[in-house]
């Protein structure tokens, strides 16, 4: 703080000069032969108790303003050089100093004043004697070295969480918001290093909007100073965070996006960072997303995203992901070469938010464009999720169904995927302590069994492979389901077991005609009349009002459930027209309403959609 020199014993000798010696109380003359004593053998004093602290404190309360100066310039010399809790004893002399109409008292005080502020106690015990208003009285000084050490030493109180909302209320936002426009760079760096560091609740972002802080802080992203721009840009991106202010932003910064793709391309890894970050927040909103990839944020998004510094891989995965909710993204983020890059980091298990980040990308790419689809998984997404879905953490996991899950509403693509020995991971995860996951391999194991349009040589023979293993298999699946207290489970297995019945395939309606585990209680739910309500565990679910009752939606799900195990009974014991009466790839999804075949398909299609799509997750 302040860059003070070591002047103190050269002030105090001038005090013994003979034309002061008048001027000075008998205490004062005494205060600085004791303070100068002191001064010689600094290394062995303790300056914040005792005999040494009375001696600064004497001086400091002089109505003298040199003696003023001499007390200031020590504090300021002392503090540099040793920082540690002190009590009030030790603060009010500096408050006090602070208060001087001197320039250079103010300067030294405030120095002094910052560097204890560094301390964490200190800073509670600062703003609670009211240290504040002097501070921001010293903000508006016309001397820039006044301002600067006043602004620092407001930045070192801002960092802890119980002095932010009274700085906020305290009136110091807009003197900060005024002086982060300075022309010296140094009384820039601190107040937007201070605006930074209240930036961190709710509240206080909105004052700093109030105070007009967003037009500066947007402003100053083209400073020439690596500090500012990650000062700046670090606000910013908490700014964002929240929608009104996203919205703000919107309306009144167009060249905001820009800026932060260019500071991607900093010189400096944190700001790249931040600016990344930033980007993020902000594409938490539909016109940020566009404008992103509008503004050619996508090539330095790429660049990030291979680096080999995991903060920027972080923030550009997270970004990335972001921007790929905007369905209209999907072709030109694929086409910008991000398919490798992000399959890739499938694997990047020093982070398993890296890994969910990529994957969820992957995952929103896939949702509107068969042939975004048929690209992932020609990329190798199946091969790279396979070889590493039974090992990575349970949250990554549920991702990576998810997106099987996606992939496999692609009637081109259910065929490849069986090929590629998808049941082979999907069956264990139906049974994973993570209620999520199951639903979710169940989900896609749901969907590659039925098609839109079957055929006489549709090739079952692959669930015919997995019926009794791994882990029990399909047989053991479809028992767990089926019995679950979850009418969302139990919608899943009934739903499944008709579109694999529906397949035509000998073994396979033979496998289940002939199974104690699935018939009984599929008997069971056909006539069962309540059941518990269906779950959102992240399984396909179709979307109603909300102003419809749970209760009628369990009502609902319950009575799809009753029918679909009618329709099951009626197959397996005996009647043979069933498969040929239905509509082929027929579908009824859980929580859909009852109606046609086809419409119960086409519903299926739409509430896997919203379930598994981009604007389903965060």
């Not at 404008?291 to 995203?305: F, N, S, T």
């Not at 739409?606 to 981009?614: M, T």
Request: aromatic fraction near 4%.
């Amino acid at each position: 703080m302040g860059n003070i020199s070591s002047c103190c014993e050269s002030c105090f000798q001038g005090r013994r000069s003979q034309q002061y010696e008048p001027l000075l109380l008998e205490n004062e003359r005494e205060a600085v032969a004791d303070l100068l004593q002191y001064l010689e053998n600094r290394a062995t004093t303790n300056f914040f108790s005792g005999d040494p602290l009375s001696a600064l404190t004497t001086l400091s309360f002089s109505d003298n303003v040199d003696l003023q100066r001499s007390a200031a310039l020590a504090f300021a010399e002392i503090t540099e050089k040793e920082v540690r809790p002190v009590g009030r004893d030790t603060l009010d002399p500096i408050l006090f100093l602070l208060s001087s109409h001197d320039a250079e008292v103010q300067r030294a005080a405030s120095a002094a004043l910052g560097n204890l502020a560094v301390n964490t106690d200190n800073k509670l015990l600062i703003v609670k004697l009211g240290g504040l208003e002097p501070l921001i009285r010293q903000m508006l000084s016309p001397n820039v070295e006044v301002q600067c050490n006043a602004v620092g030493c407001v930045t070192n109180l801002a960092t802890h969480d119980d002095n932010k909302s009274k700085i906020a209320k305290s009136g110091a936002l807009v003197p900060l918001t005024r002086l982060a426009r300075s022309k010296d760079m140094r009384v820039q760096r601190n107040a937007t290093g201070a605006l930074l560091n209240m930036t961190h609740s709710d509240e206080n972002r909105q004052q700093l909007v109030n105070a007009g802080a967003i037009p500066v802080l947007v402003n100053l992203l083209n400073s020439p100073d690596t500090d500012v721009q990650y000062y700046c840009t670090t606000a910013l991106s908490n700014i964002a965070v929240d929608a009104v202010n996203r919205k703000k932003l919107a309306q009144s910064e167009p060249k905001l996006i820009s800026s932060l793709v260019q500071l991607m391309d900093s010189p400096s890894l944190k700001v790249q960072c931040q600016a990344a970050l930033a980007l993020r927040n902000l594409a938490s909103d539909e016109k940020y997303q566009l404008e992103i990839v509008k503004c050619d944020g996508l090539q330095a998004l790429l660049r990030l995203l291979q680096s080999t510094y995991l903060p920027l891989i972080l923030s550009s995965a997270a970004c990335v992901r972001n921007v790929s909710i905007h369905p209209q993204n999907e072709s030109p983020i694929i086409e910008s070469g991000f398919l490798q890059p992000l399959i890739n980091l499938l694997s990047f298990k020093e982070n398993e938010e890296v890994q969910c980040h990529a994957i969820s990308t992957l995952r929103n790419l896939a949702a509107s464009s068969e042939k975004n689809k048929g690209a992932i998984v020609k990329a190798g997404a199946i091969q790279t999720i396979k070889e590493l879905v039974l090992d990575v953490p349970v949250g990554v996991q549920s991702e990576m169904t998810a997106c099987v899950a996606v992939l496999a509403l692609s009637d081109e693509l259910k065929s490849q995927l069986l090929e590629m020995g998808v049941l082979e991971f999907l069956i264990p995860l139906t049974n994973s302590p993570s209620g999520e996951v199951q639903g979710n391999a169940a989900a896609a194991i749901g969907n590659l069994s039925s098609k839109d349009n079957r055929i006489a040589n549709d090739d079952y023979s692959h669930f015919n492979d997995v019926w009794e293993k791994p882990d029990g298999g399909m047989h053991d699946y479809l028992h767990r389901f089926l019995i679950s207290p979850d009418g969302t489970f139990q919608h899943i297995a009934v739903w499944t077991i008709v579109q694999l019945l529906e397949s035509g395939d000998p073994q396979l309606i033979s496998n289940i005609r002939n199974s104690t585990k699935v018939t009984p209680y599929v008997r069971a739910l056909s006539h069962s009349r309540t059941s518990t309500p269906t779950s959102s565990v992240g399984t396909p679910h179709s979307h109603r009002s909300a102003t419809q009752s749970q209760d009628d939606e369990a009502l609902l799900g319950q009575q799809e459930i009753v029918v679909l195990a009618r329709r099951i009974l009626e197959y397996v014991e005996g009647d043979e027209g069933f498969a040929s009466s239905s509509v082929g790839g027929s579908h009824v999804q859980p929580g859909s309403s009852i109606g046609s075949s086809q419409r119960d398909h086409e519903e299926l299609r739409r509430s896997v959609r919203e379930a598994f799509a981009p604007g389903s997750h965060r």
